[in-house]
């Protein structure tokens, strides 16, 4: 295990739904990572926390909010999705912003209906 | 515009062969290079990070060589075991701007019996 947990590992829901996922870590890390996998597409980049202040937010839909309560814990809220945010939502963390390595999660694969 | 292209796009061997799966970018200016390996419904997770200097690095049977004049990188898997079936992502870091990551789409190995 890296250290970095996500709940729920799978989600459906539909696109009036109003959802949340979870990210956890247990590696005293100051940075945070929200991205988005989709089939046969890189990894992109959605939001960075640092010292829960968010620090970059790479022209994601409003539809996503994410939240950072403390340096442990990222949220990222989900409400009235489209069909075409389906993918695999992964949270990752590093001790800091910059050269360090990132500790990824397992995942939440979502399913928009 | 910074780009990360990784060959083959999938790839299937026998269990005991070796392979070699390529990597080139653009990425400017350069920073780091990293290897993540991505089991089915998992999060990514690191092999191997490579600066400048670093022209050579060994994981066990994986071995990463970086050219940073034709920016081309390589990851060689040595005895090929079924567990090895995965996707290898290629990431490589730009300096500065808290060291944004490029991602490669990965090369999808299949060991086979």
């Known amino acids: 295990e890296t250290g970095v947990t996500q709940t729920p590992r799978h989600l459906v829901m539909g696109m009036t739904n109003k959802k949340s996922l979870k990210c956890e870590q247990h590696?005293?890390?100051?940075?945070m990572y929200w991205y988005k996998q989709s089939a046969k597409k890189p990894l992109e980049l959605m939001f960075v926390y640092s010292l829960e202040e968010r620090v970059e937010n790479n022209s994601v839909p409003s539809r996503f909010s994410p939240e950072c309560p403390n340096s442990s814990h990222l949220f990222l809220h989900l409400h009235t999705l489209q069909p075409e945010d389906s993918a695999l939502y992964l949270c990752?963390?590093?001790?800091?912003?910059?050269?360090?390595?990132?500790?990824f999660g397992p995942g939440t694969r979502l399913t928009v209906t | 515009k910074n780009q990360v292209e990784q060959s083959p796009q999938s790839l299937i061997i026998l269990e005991g062969k070796n392979c070699t799966l390529q990597?080139?970018?653009?990425?400017?200016?350069?920073?780091?290079l990293r290897w993540y390996k991505q089991d089915t419904g998992r999060g990514p997770v690191s092999l191997t990070i490579?600066?400048?200097?670093?022209n050579t690095k060994s994981n066990g049977r994986y071995t990463a060589t970086l050219d940073a004049d034709t920016k081309q990188s390589s990851l060689h898997i040595t005895a090929s075991q079924l567990s090895d079936s995965a996707s290898y992502i290629c990431v490589v870091s730009a300096m500065g701007g808290g060291n944004k990551l490029t991602f490669g789409t990965g090369t999808q190995l299949k060991v086979e019996l």
């Open positions: 990752a963390s590093s001790r800091d912003r910059g050269i360090y390595e990132q500790y």
């Open positions: 990597c080139n970018y653009t990425v400017s200016p350069f920073s780091n």
């Open positions: 590696l005293g890390h100051n940075a």
């Open positions: 490579m600066t400048f200097s670093e």
